[in-house]
């Protein structure tokens, strides 16, 4: 099974501030990756697919880069509302994996 | 509006069985694959399986392989996960998922809690 492991997987920062989440894979995956957003209580939402296309209705500051193993998520002025846990998700081959998550709290 | 609504949880006793649903609506059902994802309570996401368009084809994670199933009825509208010889660490939050093209799960239903204790 292909394993992803984000970094870091907890992180604290400003609003305002430019975060980045990294998420690498334990082999190449073309760019068969997705990242979602969850917030407590609630189900996953889905942000970015195909490592860098923005899902219709996420706000523009999300954006994502990579191909391979290596991808980021990269959130360029952190509003209130991105206080989350991120993950990201490989759909190269089967069984699809999940990142261990990345939780983003307010400092 | 897409709607993907999850039943059927509960708790249930070590080596019991439990079967999942989920009611979609609008959109074409029977034109998505169709996946179910589950979560511990406070833990992160794992992929449990999912299921092509005309049910003719299931995949699963190696950890309920062989003990769990996913079907489903087109003319219903419903995805199911018929699950059995359950264990303490199939506890979780299940999610049915859409999937888009194999390239992401875009709509989540809201989930349905599963309980596995004596």
């Known amino acids: 099974d292909i394993q992803l492991t984000q970094s870091p997987s907890f992180l604290s920062a400003y609003v305002g501030d430019r975060v980045t989440i990294t998420c690498r894979a334990s082999?190449?995956?073309?760019?068969?990756l997705a990242w979602y957003q969850q917030k407590p209580g609630k189900a996953p939402k889905l942000l970015i697919y195909?490592?860098?296309t923005l899902q219709s209705g996420v706000p523009s500051r999300f954006s994502g880069s990579g191909s391979g193993t290596e991808f980021t998520l990269t959130i360029s002025s952190l509003q209130s509302e991105d206080f989350a846990t991120y993950y990201c998700?490989?759909?190269?081959?089967?069984?699809?994996?999940f990142g261990q998550g990345t939780k983003v709290d307010i400092k | 509006e897409v709607q993907l609504v999850d039943s059927g949880g509960g708790l249930v006793q070590p080596g019991g069985s439990l079967r999942l649903s989920c009611a979609a609506s609008?959109?074409?059902?029977?034109?998505?694959?169709m996946s179910w994802v589950r979560q511990v309570p406070g833990k992160g996401l794992e992929w449990v399986g999912n299921?092509?368009?005309?049910?003719?084809?299931?995949h699963y994670a190696d950890s309920v392989k062989g003990r769990f199933t996913i079907s489903r009825d087109n003319a219903k509208n419903s995805l199911f996960l018929h699950m059995s010889s359950l264990r303490a660490e199939d506890t979780a939050v299940y999610y049915c998922?859409?999937?888009?093209?194999?390239?992401?799960?875009?709509?989540w239903g809201q989930g349905t809690l599963v309980t596995v204790s004596s």
């Open positions: 609008g959109f074409m059902f029977d034109y998505f694959w």
């Open positions: 082999q190449a995956i073309r760019s068969y």
């Open positions: 299921i092509k368009p005309d049910g003719s084809e299931t």
């Open positions: 195909s490592a860098s």
């Open positions: 998922t859409r999937d888009w093209s194999l390239l992401n799960h875009d709509f």
């Open positions: 998700q490989q759909l190269n081959s089967y069984p699809y994996t």
